[in-house]
Structures are given as structure tokens and as C-alpha cells.
């Protein structure tokens, strides 16, 4: 199975000011396709999550422009150019280049 | 777009199905899954169905390969999880999710809960 992992898993930021999660892959993402399916989610609380970014960089249709996905093959990041207090939750990455399709194991985004 | 229902508590050993009933698209053109996330902790896939064109097979992961069986009723534009012997550690909120972007699972259910407890 491929292991995402993310970085940090905690994160304290200003409101107005950047943030950025790292998640990297134990194997390649891009499929034989060569398309790469890593995806950015974002979980508030006690709701579902909500698909941010797909395709590492591709933002779905009412996602704000501040939210940005960029990377290759084992390393993504997502980056968050001016925290709203809306954007307070768990951040998950996922891949689904593979099955079984797996999430990194979150990151926490809180305000200071 | 999808909705969940079916979720209960249930005794080790038991049985439960889930639904998700789609609208606005047809359960046989998507691909579909059923995601898990147990009580204060992360995401986990269950299991994945192909749309017809794309094979239409399944795959499940390893725990719960032989207790959960994934379907489709066309008829009702709905998608199942049967679920069998049930163990305390398949608690979790069971969220449906549908591939209606190219390459993307963009639309999530609310999700059910499932109680495993004696």
C-alpha cells in the first residue's frame, strides 16, 4: 500500500498570513495514464470532507484562489497564500493513483 | 448528490447495509467508494466501484475483503455496502463519494454511523 505522509500535523497560523502542508508518498503517484491523482481535502468540524484540489494542482469550481496544490511524483504540498478563519480544520491528502487508495493521516490547521 | 442512510448499532458478529442514493448523475457511469473514518481519528477507504464503462469492478481493502460486498441498483440509482460480521473496530462514519469530475472524487455524502458494540 502507499503511505502518505503529511507535514507538519499541526499548524498555528495568523489570520492573513501563508500556510503550507507537505505530503509525500512511499511510491510514485503517476499512473500509467500519467496522470497524477493526488488530491487535497478539508475536513471542519463535525462535517464531511470537501474536496479542495485534484490532480495536484487543478482547484474545484468554488474553491477560493488562495488554496493552491503543486508537486510530482512523491512530493505535494498545499499552500494557503492568506489563512481565513474559515479555513480552520483537518487537511487531508489522498491519492488514488493505486488502490488501495489512501489519505495522509491529516494535518490541523488552527488559529493563533 | 448522494445521500447515506442504513447506519445503526449492531452487535460483534452482525449485519448491516448501507445506502447512498445518488442524484443527478447515474451510479452505473461513476466511479463510486465508500470512505470510513472511525471516532476522532483519520480517513480510510473502504472500497471502490468502477463505473460500467470503466470495467465496473470492484476492489476492497484488505480488512474488510469476504464481510463487505459493494452493489448497485440501477433501478434506484443507489449504491450498497452489505456488511457481515461486523467487528468493534468497523465503528466509524461510512461516507459515500462519487467521481463526477475527471479524476477527481468530488462529491461527498454527510455519511452514516455505524456502532459496533455489545
Known amino acids: 500500500d502507499i503511505v502518505m505522509t503529511q507535514t507538519p500535523l499541526s499548524s498555528p497560523v495568523t489570520l492573513g498570513q501563508p500556510a503550507s502542508i507537505s505530503c509525500k508518498s512511499s511510491q510514485s503517484l503517476v499512473h500509467t495514464n500519467g496522470d497524477t491523482y493526488l488530491n487535497w481535502l478539508h475536513q471542519r468540524p463535525g462535517q464531511p470532507p470537501r474536496l479542495l484540489i485534484y490532480k495536484i494542482s487543478n482547484r474545484l469550481s468554488g474553491v477560493p484562489d488562495r488554496f493552491s496544490g503543486s508537486g510530482a511524483g512523491t512530493d505535494f504540498t498545499l499552500k494557503i497564500s492568506r489563512v481565513e478563519a474559515e479555513d480552520v480544520g483537518i487537511y487531508y491528502c489522498m491519492q488514488h493513483t493505486q488502490f488501495p487508495h489512501t489519505f495522509g493521516q491529516g494535518t490541523k490547521l488552527e488559529i493563533k | ?118
Not at chain 2, 57 to 84: A, C, E, H, W
Not at chain 2, 91 to 100: D, E, H, N, V
Open chain 2, 1 to 118: 448528490q448522494v445521500v447515506e442512510s442504513g447506519g445503526g448499532l449492531v452487535k460483534p458478529g452482525g449485519s448491516l447495509r448501507l445506502s447512498c442514493a445518488a442524484s443527478g448523475f447515474s451510479v452505473t457511469d461513476a466511479w463510486m467508494s465508500w470512505v470510513r473514518q472511525p471516532p476522532g481519528k483519520g480517513l480510510e477507504w473502504v472500497g471502490r466501484v468502477k463505473s460500467k464503462t470503466g470495467g465496473g469492478t470492484i476492489d476492497y481493502i484488505s480488512p474488510v475483503k469476504g464481510r463487505f460486498t459493494i452493489s448497485r441498483d440501477d433501478s434506484n440509482n443507489t449504491l450498497y455496502i452489505q456488511m457481515n460480521s461486523l467487528k468493534i473496530e468497523d465503528t466509524a462514519i461510512y461516507y459515500c463519494i462519487a467521481s463526477q469530475t475527471a479524476g477527481a472524487y468530488d462529491i461527498w455524502g454527510q455519511g452514516t454511523v455505524l456502532t459496533v458494540s455489545s
